[in-house]
């Protein structure tokens, strides 16, 4: 059981450059989320999903695209990558079945956008 | 829109104490609470979660509180250790997934 897992570890981008980070768990839940987490702001809330076809907004969702199109699966993809977009991303999962919809995290994908 | 703010940004003490950190929420209507402890440059890990019906959670040498009415919950860390250090954020989840504090950056000086 590999819990929530996120890829890559870090990346290194460009002004205006595509991409998408990855996030994947296999504990079958049904909601998934991301945030990002900046020096003196805190984790916000990026995106989040209450199950497959089903995505919303959070604080922070402009320059970001999700989609949910499995329950393990939800991407995050940066459309055109801007200096304000370097952080660290962390992806969660949780299942409302479970005792208190506890939150699982997974390790992180730092990125930097020069 | 739900704040929470978490008391004190930092805080250093010397191995062997008991402290309490506090953490408070605008909007009493929430789902459950939860406590992380996140190391430099890593992830975070959940320490405990109390669900709105509760009022505290205990695992070792941590116990959470929880009073939904006030919107406030502390955590308490007895016989402090060294291996304590780290910034310990509270989070609490309402209509929508997790609202963070900015944490607490805890030392354990041995």
């Known amino acids: ?114 | 829109k739900q704040e929470v703010t978490q008391i004190p940004a930092a805080l250093s003490v010397p191995e062997g104490e008991n402290l309490v950190l506090n953490c408070s929420f605008t909007d009493s209507a929430i789902y459950n609470l939860q406590w992380f402890r996140q190391d430099p440059g890593k992830g975070l890990t959940s320490l405990l979660l109390i669900q709105s019906s509760q009022r505290e959670q205990t695992s070792g040498r941590l116990n959470a509180s929880l009073d939904k009415s006030s919107g406030r919950s502390t955590l308490y860390i007895a016989a402090s250790q060294p291996g304590d250090s780290a910034t310990y954020l509270c989070a609490v989840s309402g209509n929508t997934p997790l609202v963070f504090g900015k944490g607490t950056r805890l030392s354990v000086i041995a």
Not at chain 1, 66 to 73: C, L
Not at chain 1, 83 to 106: I, K
């Open chain 1, 1 to 114: 059981n590999a819990g929530v897992t996120q890829t890559p570890k870090f990346q290194v981008l460009k002004t205006g450059q595509s991409m998408t980070l990855q996030c994947a768990q296999d504990m079958n839940h049904e909601y998934m989320s991301w945030y990002r987490q900046d020096p003196g702001m805190g984790l916000r809330l990026i995106h989040y999903s209450v199950g497959a076809g089903i995505t919303d907004q959070g604080e922070v969702p402009n320059g970001y695209n999700v989609s949910r199109s499995t329950t393990e699966d939800f991407p995050l993809r940066l459309l055109s990558a801007a200096p304000s977009q370097t952080s660290v991303y962390f992806c969660a999962s949780s299942s409302p079945q479970m005792a208190g919809n506890e939150q699982f995290f997974g390790p992180g994908t730092r990125l930097t956008v020069l």
